[in-house]
């Protein structure tokens, strides 16, 4: 059973960092791409970062852009993000997500971790 | 405000069938036939319903069935019951700078 099980999310201060992990198993990790999808309270999906199975690739929406960085160790069966210079429109439940079909779609997602931005 | 347009709010009885559309451009929905639909109950993670416009995962029932024309991709759920009460996103490949783009999301009522 394919399982995805995020933790590392809590309340951090304006300008702060925060590192997210996501946990695997039940798959061969190191065969798919991963992802990092957002949900602020209230509101709808946003995409935030891709990385590749081997992380060759790794893409980020605009809006994190310079401040986020995803990486994978595929060793540990572990996908990351790492968050700084955090901003109050960072606030969501955060989302790691299997990617598949070569980028086209999330087949599987874990639980969410929420991540709070706030003074 | 989204990239892909859908409507805040649908509603059914029970087995009858609604359709949710989802409405991008040709950099998007138009573009590519990937074009993915997700599931969601209050409190919980995304659930994959469709994918590649009208591909069904393992598991889900068929029921459910996706299309696309042009720009516009739909999302149909026949024989309605209460269990499909839900928070529906469409999504899509984007050749724009953001990659993936998902819609506002629709509310689906079973009446």
């Known amino acids: 059973e394919v399982q995805l099980v995020e933790s590392g999310g809590g309340l951090v201060k304006p300008g702060g960092s925060l590192r997210l992990s996501c946990a695997a198993s039940g798959f061969t990790f190191s065969s798919y791409s991963m992802n990092w999808v957002r949900q602020a309270p209230g509101k709808g999906l946003e995409w935030v970062s891709s990385?590749?199975?081997?992380?060759?690739?790794?893409y980020y929406a605009d809006s994190v852009k310079g401040r986020f960085t995803i990486s994978r160790d595929n060793a540990k069966n572990s996908l990351y993000l790492q968050m700084n210079s955090l901003r109050a429109e960072d606030t969501a439940v955060y989302y790691c997500?299997?990617?598949?079909?070569?980028?086209?779609?999330?087949?599987?997602w874990g639980q969410g971790t929420l991540v709070t931005v706030s003074s | 405000q989204s990239a892909l347009t859908q409507p805040a709010s649908v509603s059914g009885s029970p087995g009858q069938s609604i359709t949710i559309s989802c409405t991008g451009t040709?950099?998007?929905?138009?573009?590519?036939?990937?074009v993915s639909w997700y599931q969601q109950h209050p409190g919980k993670a995304p659930k994959l319903m469709i994918y590649d416009v009208s591909n069904r995962p393992s598991g889900v029932s068929n029921r459910f069935s996706g299309s696309k024309s042009g720009n516009t991709a739909s999302l149909t759920i026949s024989g309605l019951q209460a269990e499909d009460e839900a928070d529906y996103y469409c999504?899509?490949?984007?050749?724009?700078?953001?990659?993936?783009?998902f819609g506002g999301g629709t509310k689906l009522t079973v009446l």
């Open positions: 990385i590749s199975s081997s992380s060759s690739y790794i």
């Open positions: 997500a299997r990617g598949a079909g070569g980028y086209t779609h999330f087949d599987y």
């Open positions: 999504s899509s490949y984007t050749s724009s700078r953001l990659n993936w783009v």
């Open positions: 040709s950099s998007d929905v138009g573009g590519y036939n990937y």
